[in-house]
């Protein structure tokens, strides 16, 4: 079985939050076994519910999405953050890492975000989570009816 931590995120470097989404990302079964298991034998109330708002939270296609979609985007940027943390900086090979940056997250956007939706469909099956159909239509319900 695999024995690690799941990283805490500092408030002042980007690449800590990386670390984290990576850790998560490497532990995420081991982490939803243990709420399943807070869940199951959880001796107090408040972690019973909590364990399971988490383990809802963390077993939809909305969660899985956006963290393969922040370990996409924080991936791209964590050399930049890195080097924008630096205390002295050259400032061509900034200029020439924020064009690169700008680059890779334009193809993130335009040709690789299908690969990305088939990567999050994947670990959805794999974990049975339910998937919505990406081609449905979508109505937005506001409240208010459709002569408002």
């Known amino acids: 079985m695999f024995c690690g931590n799941l990283h805490q995120s500092g408030t002042t470097h980007w690449s800590s939050h990386f670390d984290s989404i990576c850790s998560l990302i490497d532990m995420y079964s081991a982490t939803i076994i243990v709420l399943v298991s807070m869940v199951q034998k959880g001796s107090f109330n408040s972690i019973h519910g909590e ?21 996409k985007i924080m991936g791209t940027t964590n050399l930049l953050c890195r080097v924008l943390q630096q205390k002295s900086l050259n400032i061509l090979n900034t200029m020439y890492l924020i064009s690169t940056t700008k680059a890779l997250l334009r193809t993130l ?40």
């Open 51 to 71: 364990a399971g708002g988490c383990l809802i939270v963390m077993k939809s296609f909305k969660f899985i999405f956006i963290l393969y979609f922040m370990h």
């Open 109 to 148: 956007r335009d040709v690789r975000f299908d690969l990305l939706i088939a990567n999050v469909q994947s670990v959805c099956t794999k974990y049975e989570i339910d998937i919505p159909h990406m081609n449905a239509s979508y109505k937005k319900t506001t409240g208010r009816s459709y002569q408002q």
